[in-house]
């Protein structure tokens, strides 16, 4: 059975990118307009749509749960880019109609806002578990004390427990972390919780981190990554 994938990391570290790795063709919801960060090589087999209202991307999940429903979907893998975007425009649409003469208007905003989120989610994942479609999304990434311990957490309007939620949504849940390497930047995929990262990956047959540094010959890419023949790996 496919799954459904959240990458998050700090911006400018290969989210988009990665994404775009996964198993061809590829539907792409290209919500932050950051396609032009894909590997030309990568682009092949992807079909971008832009959307930029609540209204398009309810639309984007009727077509295609209509087109999957008739056994037409031509896609392997759906890729959302990326779901604190998603939240924006949700909350952008309930801002403009609030009474803001109201103290607690952001919060009945956010309350609305959150409860959309929550049923896109649910309503997206209908794709891996009925159609055999893999489902990524992106979402940039914050840091917070827990205690002596700093942990990077998606970055998603709201407090811990909406947060929570919205990560239990997920099969899989990928960090993207820089690290210098001599004179050179490589990109590592940290798939397991350490503590100091939120992560996840629960059949387990996933080394803790995966290099997928862009141009190397032996990068992980998310199609080999998400092999369902994969054996298990030393974990580092």
Request: aromatic share 10%.
């Amino acid at each position: 059975m496919k799954q459904t994938i959240l990458i998050y990391g700090t911006t400018g570290n290969g989210k988009t990118s990665l994404a775009a790795t996964a198993e061809h063709p590829i539907k792409f919801l290209d919500v932050e307009a950051r396609a032009q960060n894909i590997h030309p090589d990568d682009k092949e087999g992807i079909e971008f749509e832009r959307v930029k209202t609540p209204e398009d991307i309810r639309n984007f999940y009727l077509k295609n749960i209509a087109l999957a429903k008739s056994g037409k979907f031509p896609f392997k893998t759906i890729v959302i880019d990326s779901l604190r975007e998603v939240q924006r425009i949700f909350f952008q649409e309930y801002e403009k109609k609030a009474d803001k003469s109201k103290d607690n208007w952001k919060w009945t905003a956010w309350d609305r806002e959150h409860a959309d989120i929550h049923n896109f989610l649910r309503s997206m994942r209908d794709f891996p578990v009925m159609y055999d479609i893999n489902l990524i999304m992106t979402c940039p990434a914050y840091e917070e004390k827990d205690g002596e311990t700093t942990v990077q957490f998606p970055l998603l309007d709201g407090l811990s427990k909406f947060i929570n939620e919205v990560m239990g949504q997920f099969d899989s849940i990928f960090y993207i972390q820089p690290t210098m390497i001599g004179n050179t930047i490589e990109y590592k995929l940290i798939t397991r919780n350490t503590g100091k990262i939120k992560a996840k990956n629960p059949s387990r047959t996933l080394a803790t981190v995966l290099d997928v540094t862009e141009g190397k010959d032996n990068r992980w890419t998310l199609k080999t990554i998400l092999e369902p023949e994969k054996k298990e790996v030393t974990v580092k």
